[in-house]
């Protein structure tokens, strides 16, 4: 699989699990057994789908790797912020969205965003991944993308545990059949993800992916990022439209969840094992056309490599 193959799983992939997952985002469940319905159980629609800033913005990221032979925290800022002043950025964040609206106000990169522990949020990672295919980025830069709209170590190792297991697929330690959390830990600083990640390797593969969200599945990072690793390296057995229902069932934030883990399982995998009716089912949206064209603009620069 070369590597514009790759970058198509990742985003379709990314973009179904956020449009899938948005309808249920922070839904709160109720048993059926606590509830009686004196008419009978209602029946319940499906929401529809609807991209929001989990793919927004990692589109914008596309853009600035696909514009610009270097990549910078100044350079992803100008279409971070480019991204929000002309489109209807959806859902996004209170961190993200307390960068974009300082910057609007002309505030430098470096000094926006949020600080302190309210910053660990899971906003860097879910638009991080295709700096996983930029050949030869720092971690140093990595860290000051990180911090434009999150100034927190936790926020910067859970971006980074995304750009290493896309890393790790290009170099053919993660095929789906090795331990991803495994490769992972050796590779991140001690942190809380870090043991997050231990924690669910300790649990081991008989846990159920509803049992491991019960951890935590919100938008803290070190709920989110972990969980969403675990979904993906279960991608072979479990397939995308489980991966998918299954993240939805735990709750929580289930648009981030469902597109980090999709963008992971897409690249692993690639389209051709995304089921039709989930890609035609994104086709539909208005967004694709965003979407097709950073596509047909990544194939004609690295269709070959």
């Known amino acids: 699989m070369n590597k514009y193959e790759r970058f198509e799983g990742c985003i379709l992939g990314g973009a179904i699990g956020d449009a899938y997952g948005s309808g ?14 004196l ?15 989990d793919t927004q913005l990692t589109l914008a990221t596309c853009e600035a790797v696909l514009d610009n032979q270097h990549i910078s925290a100044g350079i992803v800022t100008e279409y971070l912020l480019r991204c ?7 859902g ?8 974009l609206q300082e910057l609007s106000a002309g505030g430098h990169w470096s000094q926006v965003g949020r600080r302190g ?8 990672a879910m638009r991080i991944a295709p700096l996983g295919f930029v050949e030869n980025l720092q971690r140093n830069t990595l860290r000051e ?82 969980l969403a690793i675990t979904a993906a390296s279960r ?23 469902c597109s980090i883990a999709g963008q992971l399982a897409g690249t692993l ?5 995304i089921p039709n009716k989930l890609l035609y089912q994104l086709e539909s949206l208005h967004e694709f056309v965003w979407i097709n064209r950073v596509l047909t603009r990544f194939k004609d620069k690295y269709n070959n490599i």
């Open 145 to 226: 993308i990180t911090s434009i709209t999150h100034h927190n170590d936790e926020a910067y190792v859970g971006a980074l545990c995304i750009v290493l297991a896309i890393r790790e697929i290009f170099n053919g330690n993660w095929t789906g059949e090795e331990d991803l959390h495994e490769l992972l830990i050796a590779k991140i600083p001690d942190t809380r993800i870090r043991d997050r990640l231990i924690k669910i390797q300790e649990l081991g593969e008989e846990k159920s992916l509803f049992e491991i969200g019960q951890l935590g599945s919100g938008a803290y990072v070190v709920d989110s990022v972990p």
């Open 269 to 273: 995998l690639g389209k051709k094992s």
């Open 39 to 53: 008419f009978g159980k209602p029946k319940t629609e499906e929401p529809s789908w609807q991209i929001t800033d």
């Open 117 to 124: 522990e309210y910053a660990a949020g899971n906003g860097a």
């Open 92 to 99: 996004i964040g209170s961190s993200t969205l307390k960068a």
């Open 235 to 257: 991608i072979k057995k479990i397939g995308f439209e489980k991966m998918y229902r299954d993240l939805i069932e735990i709750g929580g934030d289930t648009d981030t969840n």
């Open 24 to 37: 249920y985002e922070h839904q709160s469940k109720i048993e059926d057994e606590q509830v009686y319905f």
């Open 84 to 90: 929000y002043k002309q489109r209807n950025v959806r």
